[in-house]
């Protein structure tokens, strides 16, 4: 896909734009603030502006609040691209199995997937947690749990309609194996559609592991902005910016995601009209 | 002359499950159909869509199983149920389909298309294969500089092209042709019948070509076999069949070719006038 077709909406490169910040805030995080963010700093309750060698203020324990927003943008974003990519890996095989073997495994597979969707993801998501015990890899894993069935759906649906092309056919007339034939011939032209559910399964697991940080289920050793506005909560009246600078970390967080995958889609849309 | 092809009552079934308010209910698409072909010769099969054409030139390319009667390919008796399929088997027949647009893998590069056959049939080292798909590509009428494209990148004819130097790469001894030309334009379909004709003396080749197009048909074909409803009702030499149709089918199925000669021009304006 051409860069210039995505710069013309103005929208994708907002997007970006703020993607680039955040990328770049996580990447930077350790550089600009070597320390344990969860160690004391300071004074606690310092407000923002006040001392500009904690420019964002102190939390009630007198903990940076810069330095969690900059490590807690590395655990939204690992987790969100994380959890995103193992949804959508486990969809897709799922769908692409169920779509190209069909009969029995196709109903019993489809069946497991209506299963997972009846019951609440976010349910789903915090029974695991509080089962096994909040850590990073379990976190992704809970929130993988509750959405790998959308790209599963999508994907079975696209692998219905190309498995009855005629390069899977020929696929099989030169004696290629069937899983060969699924995973090589098929799967990658169902992708795109399930590529772009991408933004969406991103920009919500970032939204339900912020979620999971404020019940107190994240992963205790890292800062979350979950785990952060849940801290701010206690004294929202006396010091609202607690809750309300990761707050806002969160909703550009998800913004973002969302602008640059509909810029994506639209430029791959674009560019397959064309075609 | 040796027996490439032989066919004994083929039939073949598709089983219509039924619903709630349906019954179930089984649909013949072939019904009992027997033919020979022999070596370096075209056995055309005619017949309207829907007819069982195609299903039965997807049964002689071993894609899918017939419900009963027996197939010989030079001799042996293959059986695709049984799925004792060698590679040597598969070498023996290949298909050309009829949209090119369809047979190609979009995501697949020409050279990648034309070798795979090899990488999965035998252990011809890669730049083996390499040279034999580069062979086959300027044998087909393209160039060297087209194996590293993708198939958006060319023309319905070039495309047939490559699905045809695909079907070449394993020296097939059969090939079937289900409507190569039919979705090309008319000066592209000489080209690419001229093409088969020259293929087919030079590599000696025998061809099944399935087709609508009784021009065609008179043009590439040795014998005919006309098809309507799942059964053969007529099967002979061109000669015979186009000189003298037995089965009134055949017969309405020649009468509706429409005729370009100047005698036959003025005999139709003539009957406009006077109705």
């Known amino acids: ?275 | 002359m040796s027996v490439i092809l032989e066919a004994r009552n083929i039939v073949r079934d598709y089983h219509v499950p039924g619903s709630l308010l349906k019954k179930a209910k089984t649909v013949h698409a072939v019904k009992g159909v027997s033919f020979t072909v022999e070596k370096g010769k075209t056995l055309a099969i005619v017949g309207e869509s829907g007819c069982g054409k195609s299903t039965l030139g997807r049964i002689l390319t071993l894609i899918d199983p017939a419900t009963s009667g027996d197939l010989l390919i030079e001799g042996k008796k293959i059986d695709i149920a049984k799925g004792d399929m060698t590679p040597e088997m598969r070498r023996k027949v290949q298909i050309v389909f009829q949209n090119p647009y369809g047979s190609l893998n979009p995501r697949q590069k020409i050279g990648d298309i034309l070798t795979e056959p090899l990488v999965i049939n035998t252990d011809t080292p890669a730049d083996e294969r390499r040279d034999r798909a580069m062979t086959l590509l300027k044998k087909v009428g393209l160039e060297e500089k087209h194996y590293n494209r993708y198939p958006h990148m060319f023309s319905g004819g070039q495309r047939q092209r490559i699905a045809i130097a695909r079907a070449l790469m394993l020296n097939p001894k059969l090939l079937v042709l289900d409507e190569p030309v039919s979705a090309l334009d008319l000066s592209v379909q000489a080209q690419v019948l001229n093409l088969l004709a020259d293929l087919q003396d030079e590599l000696q080749l025998t061809y099944v070509f399935i087709s609508h197009d009784l021009s065609v048909v008179r043009y590439i074909a040795d014998e005919v076999m006309v098809m309507y409803f799942g059964e053969a009702v007529e099967y002979g030499s061109r000669d015979e069949v186009f000189a003298d149709p037995k089965h009134s089918y055949t017969k309405t199925l020649f009468a509706a070719t429409p005729r370009a000669d100047v005698e036959s021009i003025r005999a139709r304006l003539a009957r406009k006038k006077a109705a």
């Open chain 1, 1 to 275: 896909m051409s860069l210039a077709r995505l710069l013309r909406s103005p929208d994708a490169v907002a997007g970006f734009v703020i993607l680039g910040l955040l990328g770049a805030m996580a990447l930077a995080a350790p550089l600009l603030f070597p320390g344990d963010p969860l160690a004391i700093a300071g004074q606690p309750l310092l407000r923002p502006f006040q001392d500009w060698a904690l420019p964002l203020g102190t939390d009630r324990l007198g903990r940076d609040v810069l330095a969690g927003l900059f490590h807690g943008a590395r655990t939204s974003l690992a987790v969100g691209l994380a959890a995103a990519a193992a949804s959508i890996l486990v969809g897709s095989i799922v769908g692409t199995i169920a779509g190209f073997a069909g009969g029995l495994v196709d109903e019993v597979l489809m069946r497991i997937t209506d299963a997972f969707q009846t019951v609440p993801g976010f349910l789903l998501s915090l029974a695991l947690v509080s089962v096994v015990g909040p850590s990073l890899g379990v976190v992704v894993m809970a929130i993988a749990l509750s959405a790998w069935t959308g790209p599963a759906r999508i994907a079975r649906a696209e692998v219905l309609s190309i498995r009855e092309r005629d390069y899977v056919a020929s696929a099989r007339v030169i004696g290629m194996h069937p899983v060969e034939i699924a995973f090589r011939e098929v799967l990658p032209n169902a992708l795109p559609p399930v590529l772009a559910l991408s933004s969406v399964i991103v920009a919500a697991a970032i939204l339900t592991e912020a979620a999971l940080s404020f019940l107190g289920l994240g992963d205790p050793n890292r800062v979350t902005w979950g785990g952060m506005i849940a801290e701010g909560r206690a004294v929202l009246r006396s010091a609202p910016y607690l809750s309300v600078i990761p707050g806002i970390a969160l909703v550009l967080a998800v913004l973002g995601v969302y602008l640059a995958g509909e810029g994506v889609v639209e430029g791959t849309a674009a560019r397959e009209r064309q075609a």
